[in-house]
């Protein structure tokens, strides 16, 4: 949906106080009173989601996770370039979308106070005092599209599968967003999940309880709108995978695989090196100015030899480049002989690639016209660094490890769940999705001030259930 990780700027409200771990232990359900990170012990194991969604029209890929007690299932965007998870919510709700599900409804009980470690973890763009450690720990966040959403920190039972097909229970935090503007407001998704590595993400919780290593992996197919999300390193390949070590890109904390320069085909795209996010929670890709241009010139001038024809730009058009062939185009196995693939050379002294084909980026309309699926990132504010979205990460298993720092690619089928004995998801995409569908019941960056949103006595009053 956009570029709702591309810039994330949080703002946590009565933030006092030095920085801790979340705590955890327990057998089954670790609540936040029980015994401090157990990282050490031998179960770790790994969490399993089906994927669902697509680049156009929707632009959001989600997963299905079950929350509360008794447990309720929510549609989740995933993203990779947020810190927070969050759900719409009726605490009450000031501006909500209607969902694919009711809203999450708090009680006092699970409110998290403005003293928890975890608020503290967000870290405020500002001060703000917490003088009464019943108060609620409220947030604020604003994504690069100028959506946001603002809410309260809660804390309530995650019901996951793993892979070894049984089912886990566990004490998370979480937004409770019961104001959501702009592009926030969706009725595709109850809300975000947030997998950027950060004390207050969703795997750094689940890492901190010693539930999984802290380790993401995504396979996303495009042509069928499906895929898979795993955290924890059960399902990474021991071998084939092609790993980079992870570098500290201009969006700090943002997944990136260091610096690369680009090839259209076999001729160099540009000659520079332009640093390279990966961001799950983006649908499109996004070049820099420099490389866009040239990557628009070298295609207008190879199809001008072709029978495609470039149609002019409408006034709202997501996608500014498209072209129309003889007749409408069904798929994109029609259009492949008229684009050359792309390719990321890392320098890295690896000699590592990313290769982008034409269904990379590329997308079919319901027209049957074919457009440009990256787009000029120097109009978001990306400047001089490459983002490589959800469009551009089909058809490859990409792993984040942040234990050690990396970040993995290799090709592979994604339309179909890993193959492990007895997981207990059965033949999932055989069948239609079901609403209970996964468990089967930057340092240079100068982050401008977090706009302050005028609230009403109701809007900062404890939420009640």
Not at 384 to 405: K, Q, T
Request: glycine residues 10%; aromatic residues 10%.
């Amino acid at each position: 949906m956009g570029l709702w990780g591309l810039l994330v700027l949080v703002g946590i409200l009565h933030v006092h106080g030095c920085l801790a771990a979340l705590k955890g232990g327990g057998n089954l359900d670790l609540g936040p009173n029980s015994q401090r990170n157990q990282r050490t012990l031998s179960s770790t194991t790994t969490l399993l989601f089906p994927l669902v969604g697509d680049v156009h029209p929707t632009g959001v890929y989600y997963v299905s996770i079950d929350i509360g007690n008794p447990p309720k299932p929510y549609f989740l965007h995933v993203d990779t370039g947020s810190d927070l998870t969050w759900l719409q919510c009726d605490a009450p709700c000031r501006s909500c979308s209607k969902g694919p599900h009711p809203f999450y409804r708090p009680t006092k009980n699970k409110l998290v106070s403005c003293k928890d470690p975890l608020c503290i973890s967000l870290k405020s763009l500002r001060s703000y005092p917490c003088d009464d450690p019943t108060q609620q720990c409220d947030y604020e966040i604003e994504y690069a599209d100028h959506g946001s959403s603002l809410g309260v920190l809660v804390r309530d039972s995650f019901h996951i599968r793993i892979t070894n097909g049984s089912l886990i229970h566990r004490h998370l935090a979480f937004g409770c967003g019961y104001d959501q503007q702009g592009s926030q407001a969706t009725s595709t998704t109850d809300g975000i999940l947030g997998l950027r590595n950060s004390d207050s993400g969703i795997v750094s919780q689940f890492w901190n309880q010693g539930v999984i290593r802290n380790v993401i992996g995504h396979c996303i197919d495009g042509q069928l709108g499906r895929g898979y999300l795993f955290l924890g390193d059960d399902l990474v390949p021991s071998s084939g995978m092609t790993w980079v070590p992870m570098t500290q890109s201009y969006l700090r904390k943002y997944y990136s695989p260091g610096c690369a320069n680009i090839l259209f085909g076999r001729d160099v795209l540009s000659d520079r090196y332009f640093d390279v996010i990966f961001d799950s929670g983006t649908s499109f890709t996004y070049f820099t100015s420099l490389a866009y241009q040239a990557l628009i010139s070298r295609l207008r001038k190879d199809l001008a030899k072709t029978s495609l024809k470039e149609l002019p730009i409408g006034p709202h058009s997501t996608l500014p480049l498209c072209w129309r062939g003889t007749k409408a185009f069904k798929s994109l196995s029609e259009i492949k002989g008229y684009f050359k693939p792309l390719v990321m050379n890392f320098k890295n002294g690896k000699r590592a690639r990313f290769e982008i084909s034409p269904e990379g980026f590329l997308i079919i309309t319901s027209q049957g016209n074919v457009c440009l699926g990256i787009l000029n990132g120097s109009e978001v504010g990306l400047l001089d660094h490459i983002l490589i979205g959800d469009i551009s990460l089909h058809g490859y298993l990409v792993v984040y490890d942040n234990e050690n720092h990396q970040i993995g690619w290799v090709p592979q089928n994604c339309n179909r769940l890993p193959k492990l004995e007895g997981n207990g998801f059965g033949d999932l995409f055989s069948r239609p999705y079901a609403s209970d569908m996964g468990i089967f019941s930057g340092d240079q960056l100068q982050c401008p001030a977090t706009p302050t949103r005028e609230r009403s006595n109701t809007s900062r009053r404890k939420s009640e259930g």
